[in-house]
């Protein structure tokens, strides 16, 4: 017993960076740094998982098919307004990640204060075009909702999530700034206590028997509370050298953001096409009650992919860091070993859905929905795949290669769409997640050939 809780008491200095041994490597600190940012990933997912499962255990059964629906078309376009920040958090990472390695803070502090004063701006310019479009726009009619406390609730919902999103936007930079100073568990942690909240407050709705307005507020408010406490923590009291002060505003810097920004936006815009664009076209080929379905598989199987998905960003900045400094040969390592142990963990997640998948999916969604065996074996190649894609992009976008996923991706994305139109009036459900498959088969093709030539090169030679 006794032994236990030193190895656990060990295991947690060695999380929180406690009576670190002087003697660690540069090498051994990127490995500690992305541990340290995977195991409080996993637990934000964790409760990332909670919420959606209290989402559709909860929300379905208090809000009826229809109204459901609307909440997970609803969760869907705050995924599509990811791109109100044009690619600009995305941008920042490896910049960041490279000058503070270098401990050259005041040209980290002016890429930072380029991107936060370009999303603030941006703030208040979609508040007022938004607010003209929402008064503008029936969205019961948008959505084909019928009942009439749906169509009472639909469009304030809509607005009141929207308005909280673009007030979050310049926030969205906190977590990828974490990430690049090799902090990347505190943003996590912060990113999980935003889920905790948005847990209690939509526990209290749903015991409170409140609606989709209420829903709205509580989930999308809380969110935005602990991104404007996780900011001020970091700007204030984690990194002060990187406030986002205006006199550090650098318009040269801005430019430069500005132009990798906009290839990662259409990076950002395929991946969501691939992503999210499934359920809208359901909603609006077969109606907002087929979604329930092919969204709660959805989610079932994203979940398997938790751990390539936590790896990402501390992924993401390492690669960096190791760029700068020529070390060509902790990245292959890294690569390796990361890449192999998150398509394993992946394939045996999947295995075990593909066989309980159906059930475990009545059991969650209490009877009200079933899924085809066919539906999860197409959900099942398409988390593997995308569990590789994740593990070369840390790689290219590390060091800004992000043209060819660029173009690639805007190719492949209207590819998917078009294939997912077809398919649906033929295959129904299965035919959306085949093109999903297929499409992205082919844009993987160029982005590993570009990825593997840039892992060969030759130690020192990045």
């Known amino acids: 017993m ?12 060695l999380f929180f960076g406690i009576n670190r041994p002087e003697t660690i490597t540069i090498e051994q600190q990127r490995y500690l740094r992305i541990f340290q940012a995977v195991v409080a990933g996993i637990a934000q997912q964790g409760t990332l998982v909670i919420l959606r499962v209290l989402s559709v255990t ?21 995924l599509w307004m ?14 960041v990640a490279r000058t503070y390695s270098e401990d050259r803070h005041d040209e980290a502090q002016r890429y930072v204060a380029a991107a936060f004063w370009l999303l603030t701006t941006l703030c208040v310019i979609l508040l007022i075009v938004f607010g003209f479009i929402w008064m503008n726009v029936d969205w019961a009619a948008v959505l084909k909702v019928e009942t009439s406390s749906a169509q009472a609730e639909v469009g304030p919902a809509i607005g009141i999530a929207v308005a909280l999103f673009i007030l979050n936007l310049p926030l969205t930079l906190t977590p990828r700034i974490y990430h690049a100073c090799q902090k990347g568990h505190i943003g996590n942690l912060w990113l999980m206590a935003g889920n905790l909240l948005s847990i209690v407050a939509f526990i209290l709705v749903v015991a409170l028997e409140g609606n989709l307005i209420e829903l709205v507020i509580a989930t999308f408010g809380a969110t935005l509370l602990v991104a404007i406490v996780s900011t001020a ?7 002060p050298q990187l406030r986002p002060k205006f006199s ?8 430069h953001l500005g132009r990798d920004s906009f290839q990662f936006l259409l990076i950002q815009f395929a991946w969501l096409v691939l992503f999210q664009t499934d359920n809208m076209i359901i909603a609006s080929q077969l109606g907002a009650g087929e979604i329930a379905s092919y969204s709660i ?28 400094q020529r070390n060509m040969r902790w990245i292959r390592r890294a690569f390796v070993s990361t890449t192999s142990l998150s398509l394993l963990v992946t394939a045996v997640l999947v295995g075990v859905l593909l066989v309980l998948g159906r059930q475990i999916i009545d059991i969650w969604s209490r009877g009200t929905v079933t899924a085809e ?11 593997l795949l995308s569990v590789w894609g994740r593990s070369i992009a840390s790689v ?31 295959y129904g459900l299965v035919g959306v997640i085949m093109a999903t498959v297929v499409a992205y088969s082919i844009l993987i093709v160029p982005l590993s050939i570009q990825a593997l030539r840039v892992l060969s090169q030759p130690e020192g030679s990045a």
């Open 58 to 78: 909860f929300a379905l059964p208090l809000l009826a098919q229809e109204r459901f629906g609307i909440w997970v078309t609803i969760q869907n376009l705050m």
């Open 297 to 324: 598989a959805w989610d079932l199987f994203l979940y398997t992919g938790f751990l390539s998905s936590v790896l990402t960003y501390p992924l993401w900045s390492s690669y960096s860091a190791a760029f700068a």
């Open 373 to 383: 065996q066919t539906l999860l074996i197409g959900m099942a190649v398409w988390t």
């Open 396 to 426: 290219l976008n590390s060091i800004k290669k992000i043209r060819l996923q660029a173009i690639a991706g805007v190719l492949t994305a209207i590819l998917n769409i078009g294939l997912s139109l077809y398919w649906i009036q033929m």
């Open 233 to 239: 923590w970091l700007y204030f009291r984690s990194q």
């Open 82 to 95: 990811t791109l109100a920040d044009f690619g600009i958090a995305n941008g920042l990472i490896s910049d």
């Open 248 to 255: 550090a505003l650098d318009w040269t810097i801005g430019l």
């Open 2 to 13: 006794t032994h236990t809780l030193t190895a656990l008491r060990q295991l947690i200095n």
